[in-house]
Nanobody, 125 residues
Framework: VQLQASGGGLVQAGGSLTLSCAASGRTFSGYAMGWFRQAQGKERQFVAASSASGDSTEYADSVKGRFTISRDNAKNTVYLQMNSLKPEDTAIYYC???????????????????WGQGTLVTVSS
């Protein structure tokens, strides 16, 4: 699976941004997708996951109510809509695939290491 993330940039606190991740190499509708992020000097952390069909999602507590993950299986693309952004959301955001599951709750991309190249989101205060 090849993943290409895009959409990062600089935004003021309280603003919004949408990230996209285009996938290729496998039947996109057959596996779970998600997003992680890594702030400078910190470990990579889970942000959100979507089931293969898109009807089930999971979120980190820190982004619940502000971020929304969605996917368009016809376009082989997963999105992360980020609203009410805070300076602590500043990080490199990575999309990831887990072809071993269709479930958002069992999403665990570390088993296969399918990651996008990362896109930087900077939130200014």
């Amino acid at each position: 699976v090849q993943l290409q993330a895009s959409g990062g940039g600089l935004v003021q606190a309280g603003g919004s941004l949408t990230l996209s991740c285009a996938a290729s190499g496998r039947t996109f509708s057959g596996y779970a997708m998600g997003w992680f992020r890594q702030a400078q000097g910190k470990e990579r952390q889970f942000v959100a996951a979507s089931s293969a069909s898109g009807d089930s999602t999971e979120y980190a507590d820190s982004v619940k109510g502000r971020f929304t993950i969605s996917r368009d299986n016809a376009k082989n693309t997963v999105y992360l809509q980020m609203n009410s952004l805070k300076p602590e959301d500043t990080a490199i955001y990575y999309c990831a695939a887990d072809t071993l599951t269709t479930s958002a709750t069992r999403f665990s991309p570390g088993r296969e290491d399918y990651w996008g190249q990362g896109t930087l989101v900077t939130v200014s205060s």
